[in-house]
């Protein structure tokens, strides 16, 4: 009786195992047809941040070293400072085509981004304080195009900027990179207030939004026969200076502020060689702007 009741557990063992391994199996089955219909009614994947800047075919890849949110706003992309309220970097490809074309409308639609994760700066941060609301990507960079000059109106793309810096030395910069963008072809610009130079207060009662005590821009051409960069970095006031005289290296406005522009871009011996000088004679400079700038555009107010 032993035995058989010890046969008979044995048979009883493995219908229970062949039984749990059919239930285990329907399980799985069960589970991927779930994960499956889950998958294919949830669309495709969110997209990360971009990685690079697409044009004409080209990928153009974006600063490094910062913590920002990236945000692409199609035609320019930018890396939102939420302790600043303003983006620590503008990048975008200015081309001698798209300046050409006709100009859409201005109608400084200054508004909040909706793009930016915890809420960026408002219109009534600037109300009052003596600041003009200064844009990082120009409007008139993206004026052949509707859509895309409008955005330069989010306030993630403005920093605060004193008004005769923003009307005068800064609007000359900005002109001049247009003509330089003309004759050249297309510049890859980067823009955006130094950082690490500190802040010279806040405005704004709920944002608090960080005014730079200056700003950079930086311009790669990487078009032969003449490849070339160049650099700037310009307290946030009034200046009187020729803007030749705040022209530096590349290399230079990276240690000024911890970024890493150009990363990956092109073979290293390029970026050194394009990084480490900077030739004025190969950006030629207006005096008749200088001129206006010095007698009239420093007289806003």
């Given amino acids: ?10 048979k009883g063992t493995a219908a229970s195992a062949s039984t749990i391994v059919k239930v285990s199996l329907f399980a799985f089955l069960l589970l991927a ?3 499956a219909f889950l998958q294919w009614n949830a669309g495709p994947p969110l997209p990360g941040p971009p990685a690079t800047i697409d044009y004409a075919g080209e990928a153009y890849y974006l600063p490094a070293g910062t913590q920002g949110q990236v945000i692409d706003h199609g035609g320019f992309i930018l890396s939102y400072y939420e302790d600043w309220e303003q983006a620590e970097w503008v990048a975008y490809i200015l081309t001698r085509a ?3 074309e006709d100009w859409t409308k201005r109608d400084d639609h200054f508004r909040p981004d909706p793009a930016v994760r915890d809420a960026s700066a408002t219109t009534a941060d600037y109300r009052g304080s003596g600041y003009d609301r200064g844009h990082l990507a120009p409007f008139a960079d993206f004026a052949w195009n509707a859509e895309l000059a409008d955005a330069t109106f989010y306030l993630s793309n403005v920093s605060p900027q004193a008004r005769q810096f923003n009307g005068g030395v800064w609007r000359e910069l900005e002109e001049l990179t247009r003509d330089w963008a003309r004759k050249n072809e297309r510049l890859y610009v980067v823009t955006g207030p130094v950082i690490p130079l500190g802040e ?3 405005i704004g009662r709920e944002s608090r939004v960080a005014v730079p005590r200056a700003f950079y821009k930086v311009l790669l051409d990487l078009d032969e026969p ?3 960069g160049i650099g700037f970095v310009i307290p946030n006031a009034v200046s009187f200076e020729p803007l030749e005289n705040y022209a530096l290296s590349i290399n ?3 240690e000024a502020t911890g970024i890493d522009f150009f990363a990956e871009l092109m073979p290293q011996v390029l970026e050194d060689s394009l990084e480490r000088t900077a030739n004025p004679d190969l950006w030629p400079f207006s005096k ?3 001129d206006r700038r ?3 555009w420093n007289k806003t107010k």
């Fill in 1 to 10: 009786m032993a035995k058989l009741r010890r046969n008979h557990a044995s």
């Fill in 33 to 35: 047809l779930v994960w």
């Fill in 98 to 100: 798209h300046l050409e």
């Fill in 200 to 202: 010279q207060g806040r």
């Fill in 226 to 228: 003449q490849q070339k």
């Fill in 252 to 254: 230079a406005v990276e």
């Fill in 288 to 290: 008749q702007k200088f």
């Fill in 294 to 296: 010095v007698g009239q």
